[in-house]
């Protein structure tokens, strides 16, 4: 499932008790880093910044949290200078 449908699953996320957590382990690839074949549509608010569980938080109306363990492609770039 791409990132974007997520947005589908409300109605299922919506039937879980209310005091339960999502665990979000997808992950987003901007329009520009993903290969034709997916043909992904943007979700301006993250490529703005937003982080993506916030973004999935407000979709979905239920607290997300994110494994700290993603691989993300730009991941490594932005972490280059920490070591």
Do not use: C
């Not at 499932?1 to 992950?27: G, H, W």
């Amino acid at each position: 499932m791409r990132f974007q449908q997520l947005t589908a699953l409300k109605p299922l996320i919506s039937e879980v008790a209310s005091d339960i957590t999502v665990v979000d382990t997808s992950n987003y690839l901007p329009a520009s880093g993903q290969p034709e074949q997916y043909e992904a549509s943007p979700v301006e608010a993250i490529d703005a910044g937003q982080p993506e569980t916030a973004w999935l938080q407000e979709q979905w109306g239920r607290p997300v949290i994110a494994p700290g363990t993603r691989s993300l492609p730009h991941a490594s770039k932005q972490g280059e200078g920490a070591r």
